[in-house]
Nanobody, 123 residues
Framework: VQLQAFGGGLVQAGGSLSLSCAAS??????????MGWWRQVPGKEREFVVA????????DYLESVKGRFTISRDYAKNTASLQMNSLQVEDTAVYYC???????????????WGQGTQVTVSS
């Protein structure tokens, strides 16, 4: 499975951005995997942000993004999206999409990773 993330950019605090992750490859689309988003700032470990289950029925969010970020998936397009509202300066990071087998914040359970996309929130 190959993953490609889109949609990063620069936004003022309080603004919104939407990220998308497109899946492709010899395996069947995104529906066979848990899809997640992680983020990383220089000098820190990659941080779990959110994940969505195979069928879209379950999600798991980092506490600090609950109520502001929403993950969704489109099976027809083989994409997973992250709508980020009320962005804060602390959300600034490189965001990575990932695919794995379990709905979890455990990094080791995600086996496929996209390239990162930079999200910068200015004050």
């Amino acid at each position: 499975v190959q993953l490609q993330a889109f949609g990063g950019g620069l936004v003022q605090a309080g603004g919104s951005l939407s990220l998308s992750c497109a899946a492709s490859g010899r395996t069947v689309g995104t529906y066979a995997y848990v899809m997640g988003w992680w983020r990383q700032v220089p000098g820190k470990e990659r941080e779990f942000v959110v994940a969505i289950s195979y069928d879209g029925g379950d999600t798991d969010y980092l506490e600090s993004v609950k109520g502001r970020f929403t993950i969704s998936r489109d099976y027809a397009k083989n994409t997973a999206s992250l709508q980020m509202n009320s962005l804060q300066v602390e959300d600034t990071a490189v965001y990575y999409c990932a695919a794995g087998g379990i709905l979890t914040g455990d990094y080791s359970e995600y086996h496929y990773w996209g390239q990162g996309t930079q999200v910068t929130v200015s004050s």
